[in-house]
């Protein structure tokens, strides 16, 4: 039959190019930080690392739980909307509901979760198009944190042992970086060693053969994005805690940041293929790019116009072998046949 | 008239708005104020009109905003040039086409997913005006604002404009086979290849128009106000598919129309005024029309379920 | 008289794979010829360069006497090709009138839309075909087969000199069956020539001149059907004998396993489904499409829950409300549409094999590769796929090995209950009888086996008994080796007796 020279290995090619995808953009990250190692004086020092890390974990943190929801062919459009609700929620429950910080905190997580359970259910339940519904929620969160402090109630004077979760070190490290951490092995484990994770790209791929399976194709995508409006209220937390104040206009954009950190990290906007290792990868290049150019004294929109061209690079190399596959044999007549 | 039920029932909400302004809040038929708000909102039924035909044919443009902005600080550098009105208006629909034939080479040509193609170009397109410009407002010439017409004749000149625009666009997809071509793509790419249609090229045609129709909302919104504000896109993209989805217009592709589009916009206006009016706070504006969105396509989804079962 | 088309030595490639290798067709007006052959033998791809989606490397197209250079999908429209697809290529949002008119209507995007036309044509072309169906209606509330219909009035109206026909009653019921022979008729009595690709060999015999076998992207010979019988031609398909493609029976029906009891589904138009299945047994289900077999196997399976009647397992009353339940019951439903339901083409074949058994072989949720990969190479080597191994995509399989590894998602759950819907639906004649040896065995070895076939040798072949479907209930039971006859006359609801 037909010679398995073209068909003997796509999944190989396929891992081969993913593989390629980030080490391409661990290249990029590594020529980043040589070039702006050479350029700007403190750039490479462990103090500006700390500060780069810092500043990088809220929009870390939605990058890694927006993963496993791409990855799903889904797309959540309100994490940033949502860490503003979140945030000001938890400004007002410690302040004027009168709730110690540690109860606020939990309470905080709790509306994330309820807030991630109102997209889950129009989205899961309902099988109403991600994309308008997080557009919906997107407008909702950001005008309900709004009409709470109408428009200019901030919420600031925090205890300094509460100010120190996002200011202060912990073994060495900035403390919020630990929570990342913590975050982003939990999630790596989640979508790459669990049937969780298997189940996601499964419902990414074919949404209605992973339910012909007996996959619960609903919880599934329920939990995803229940999980990611819990850690958004995580980042708002420790985004009150670095700013010192949480204000109605918290995260703004960091829904369209997240989203460029994934799909640059490789993570297909259809579902089905992507790494969380790929996204922290997209995380760091963004990341650099942002503190890098400030000491290099380049104007702060330059990194900004950067990442946007780094994404559509990006997008187009992925494109590059789906345009060289039409030249390869449509499935069907290539596979040796039985 | 079952199939434009949609519409209808969209429609019939606004009518039902209006009505409740009508009893409680006569002020908001007062003809200045009413007509300034009409005024405002011209260009971004232009805009939403571009979004819906953009996600007829199946496909997303969030760097909308950022296109406007672009294209109105254009028109206040080239006015500022003394250029005069019409070649600046050539010139800023022509900055708009071409900043939506980039959008399109990217999705038509190499087949990348409109979300994230426009998703880029929007971050570049923002960030460069914001390096560019700092913020700072260009001041128009004196002879700009409204066309160098009175305030009330600008005013019914640009509402006049949008709705030229809209009826026209609004026939065209009805009745040219251009705009059947939209639908038809949006609806199945591949059958409209196998028809002989060529979904590329439909689809870059339609990032071109969306541009041009930016272009020219920006230009019906720089000669609103003595200086051009180089943010005034910000949120746009959003307003505008916002008022499409309102209106009925799938992001699945393939089915809408414009003049659902059209109540739509209207439907969203109305909430900040009736909110004034009705002595609600002003800030609750986001998240109502996050509810309506929500509604709408709730409304959509438990509609379009009901024939299988 | 000169073809009107001739191809001459036609190559394609695609890569190294050699796809077409010097094939040469010819095609008479007024002729209508049968394209046989297996899956991968290069039928598609001899469409797509007749219909100019592909370009051959080499060889000659003659259209009309007139060799034609470069063919596009265009071209070969206004040439007078037109293609129905065994999917339906249509614009489910758009009416039926306007879903014609884009086939036809040459216009120019400046082009006005004269939509009275548009609908009085589509009017006149579905009354034509005999199609009840209105061309105000959106395509999307249609079914399969009046969507079929839809394509056929489509070709017609195009006027079309050469008419191609992949797979066109796969989803037809008999009576539209009827009418698309009919149809096909009156092509040819205006001269028409029509290609016709089916893998029912009945509906070659019945309805072709001429029938062309393809073999490894050869053309292995045409032949008048008048001068050749079924078996040369199965000869000719798989270059070897298949002296008995469905193994004797050996089984024999142990202990009941399921029980239903009138149930049904207001829902999916089912009701009153008494039935009880054996373990050991292979029970065919006949009927036309749309009698609602489907629904019936969706029920059992959990997709559309029943709402009426009672479902027994071992004598034991229970509710399957999911598939999941199904599953925990040993209920498994290996379904019709392989590609789109049965196997996940992107994904490795050993997560298509473990996707049913997560919390068995991964306990605590944590993936384990070595067990899967046991499992997998177990199946593979079990089933006889053939795979360049557990971790190639399954889209990189051939049809009856991507039904193998759907087979085997579900035989790793261990079922008691096998529901099978169309099993071996374009699946070519080799891997045929390797499945039904399959099944043949999974029954020796205790499973109840309800398979589900439109192919009506098939269910008599393979059955130990044989139930009929009709208008969403049971209407006739056949003991095994029945008459092909009497269970059709059940299925068309000719014999109402057999419904008591």
């Not at chain 3, 010979?221 to 469905?246: C, F, H, Q, S």
């Amino acid at each position: 039959m037909s010679t398995p020279a073209t068909t003997s290995n796509p999944r190989g090619k396929i891992g081969a190019l993913l593989f390629r995808h980030e080490m391409i953009l661990l290249l990029v990250l590594v020529a980043e930080w040589f070039y702006f190692n050479s350029v700007g004086r403190r750039f490479g020092s462990l103090d500006n690392t700390f500060d780069l890390m810092r500043h990088s974990a809220e929009i870390g943190l939605l990058a890694l739980v927006m993963t496993p929801i791409i990855l799903t062919g889904g797309i959540d459009l309100s994490v940033g909307s949502l860490l503003g609700l979140c945030a000001i929620l938890f400004g007002k429950l410690w302040r004027d509901a009168g709730m110690s910080l540690p109860l606020a905190a939990v309470c905080t997580l709790l509306i994330g979760a309820l807030a991630g359970g109102l997209n889950a259910l129009l989205i899961a339940r309902l099988r109403l198009p991600a994309l308008i519904v997080t557009l919906g929620t997107y407008s909702l969160f950001r005008g309900l944190a709004e009409a709470i402090t109408r428009g200019v109630d901030t919420f600031t004077n925090f205890p300094t042992s509460f100010l120190a979760l996002g200011q202060g070190h912990t073994a060495g490290l900035p403390t919020q970086v630990w929570f990342f951490l913590a975050v982003a092995v939990a999630i790596w484990l989640l979508v790459h060693q669990t049937t969780f994770g298997r189940s996601l790209r499964a419902i990414g791929f074919a949404p209605e053969g992973a339910r012909f399976a007996g996959l619960p194709v609903e919880r599934r995508i329920a939990q995803a994005y229940i999980l990611t409006g819990v850690v958004a209220a995580l980042a708002a937390i420790i985004y009150t805690a670095r700013l010192g104040q949480a204000k109605a206009d918290a995260g703004t954009g960091y829904e369209l940041l997240a989203i460029t950190a994934v799909v640059l990290g490789g993570t297909s906007i259809f579902g089905g293929i992507g790494s969380v290792h790929g996204t922290l990868l997209g995380v760091a290049a963004i990341a650099v790019l942002n503190n890098g150019l400030v000491h290099a004294r380049q104007p702060r929109e330059m990194a900004g116009m950067l990442t946007g061209a780094l994404l559509l690079a990006a997008l187009s190399a992925s494109a590059l072998p789906k345009l060289l596959a039409k030249f390869r044999p449509p499935r069907q007549s290539a596979s040796p046949s039985s | 008239m079952q199939k434009y039920s949609r519409e209808l029932s969209v429609a019939i909400v606004l009518a039902l708005l209006l009505l409740v302004l009508a009893v409680t809040a006569p002020a908001f038929y007062e003809p200045q104020p009413l007509l300034s708000r009409l005024a405002r909102e011209a260009p971004t039924l232009i805009v939403a009109c571009g979004i819906a035909l953009v996600m007829i044919a199946r496909q997303i443009d969030i760097s909308i905003g950022s296109v406007f902005a672009l294209c109105g600080v254009c028109a206040g550098l080239l006015a500022g040039e003394h250029w005069p009105l019409v070649p600046v208006f050539a010139a800023t629909v022509l900055i708009g086409a071409a900043l939506g034939a980039i959008n399109g080479a990217l999705v038509a040509g190499l087949q990348l997913p409109s979300i994230v193609v426009t998703l880029a170009t929007m971050v570049i397109l923002k960030e460069g005006l914001r390096w560019k410009q700092q913020g700072a407002f260009i001041n128009l010439p004196d002879a700009w604002q409204w066309f160098g017409l009175s305030q009330r004749g600008g005013q019914f000149a640009l509402i006049i404009c949008a709705m030229v625009l809209l009826i026209a666009l609004a026939w065209a997809t009805k009745h040219l086979a251009g705009g059947r071509f939209l639908y038809a793509v949006g609806s199945n790419a591949e059958a409209a290849r196998l028809a002989g249609l060529r979904p590329r090229w439909v689809t870059l045609v339609v990032f071109v128009f969306m541009g041009v129709l930016t272009g020219c909302a920006a230009f019906l919104n720089v000669v609103q106000s003595p200086q051009v504000d180089p943010k005034s896109g910000t949120g746009l993209e959003l307003k505008a598919i916002a008022a499409a989805v309102v209106g009925g217009v799938a992001v699945s592709g393939g089915r809408g129309n414009l003049w659902g589009v059209f109540v739509g916009v209207l439907l969203l206006a109305c909430i900040n005024p009736a909110l004034t009016y009705l002595h609600v706070e002003a800030y609750w504006e986001k998240a109502i029309q996050g509810a309506i969105i929500l509604l709408a396509v709730i409304f959509d989804g438990l509609r379009s379920r009901k024939p299988t079962t | 008289m000169a073809p009107l088309l001739q191809l001459n030595q036609v190559t394609k490639s695609f890569g190294a794979v050699r796809a077409l290798r010097g094939v040469s067709f010819a095609l008479h007006p007024g002729e209508v010829h049968a394209l046989l052959g297996e899956n991968g033998a290069g039928k598609s791809t001899l469409i797509k360069v007749i219909t100019g989606a592909h370009a051959p490397d080499d060889g000659e197209i003659q259209i009309g006497g007139e060799t034609v250079a470069h063919l596009t999908p265009a071209k070969a429209r206004t040439l007078g090709i037109a293609c129905i697809y065994q999917q339906p290529a249509l614009f489910p949002d758009l009416s039926v009138a306007e879903n014609i008119a884009l086939r036809l209507e040459k216009a120019s995007p400046a082009h006005g839309v004269r939509w009275a036309e548009r609908q009085a044509r589509a009017k006149e072309l579905l009354h034509r075909i005999g199609a009840e169906i209105d061309p105000a209606g959106e395509v999307r509330t249609l079914s399969m087969p009046e969507q079929q219909l839809v394509e056929i009035a489509c070709a017609l109206g195009a006027g079309a000199r050469i008419v191609i026909m992949d797979e066109p009653t796969a989803s037809l019921t008999q009576k539209e069956q009827y009418l698309l022979f009919a149809v096909v008729r009156d092509l040819r009595a205006d001269g028409v020539g029509v290609i016709y690709i089916s893998h029912r060999l009945e509906e070659i015999f019945a309805l072709a001149d001429r029938v062309t076998v393809l073999r490894d992207g050869e053309s292995v010979g045409t032949n008048p059907v008048d001068e050749i019988n079924e078996a040369a031609l199965i000869k000719m398909m798989v270059g070897r004998e298949v002296t008995a493609i469905y193994p004797p029976a050996e089984s024999r029906p142990g202990d009941s396993v399921l029980t239903l009891k009138s149930v049904g589904c207001a829902g999916s138009g089912v009701h009153g489904i008494d039935l009880k299945l054996h373990a050991g047994e292979i029970v065919g289900m006949a009927g036309l499409v749309g009698a609602g077999r489907t629904e019936l196997a969706q029920i059992l399976f959990g997709l559309t829950p029943a709402d009426a009647g009672e479902i027994q397992l071992s004598g034991k009353a229970v509710q399957i409300d999911d598939p999941r339940t199904a599953v925990a019951h040993g209920i498994a439903y290996v379904p019709e549409d392989r590609r789109r339901h049965g196997v996940i083409l992107e994904m490795p074949i050993a997560a298509n094999v473990t996707m049913a058994i997560h919390q068995q072989i991964f306990p605590g949720t944590w993936l384990r590769s070595t067990a899967e990969r046991k499992l997998t190479l177990d199946f593979i080597r079990d089933l006889g796929v053939k795979a360049a191994g557990p971790q190639a995509p399954g889209g990189s399989l051939s049809g009856g090995n991507q039904q193998k590894i759907a087979l085997a998602r579900w035989l790793a759950t261990k079922p008691r209950v096998l529901i099978l819907d169309e099993p071996t639906q374009g699946v070519d004649v080799g891997a045929k009888s390797e499945i039904y040896k399959i099944i043949r065995r999974l029954a020796a070895e205790g499973l109840a086996v309800l398979m589900i076939s439109s192919d009506l040798p098939e269910v008599i072949g393979m059955s130990d008994r044989i139930v009929v479907m009709r208008g969403g209930t049971i209407v006739g039971e056949f003991p095994r080796g029945a008459d092909a006859h009497e269970v059709m006359a059940a299925a068309l609801g000719q014999k109402q007796k057999e419904a008591a």
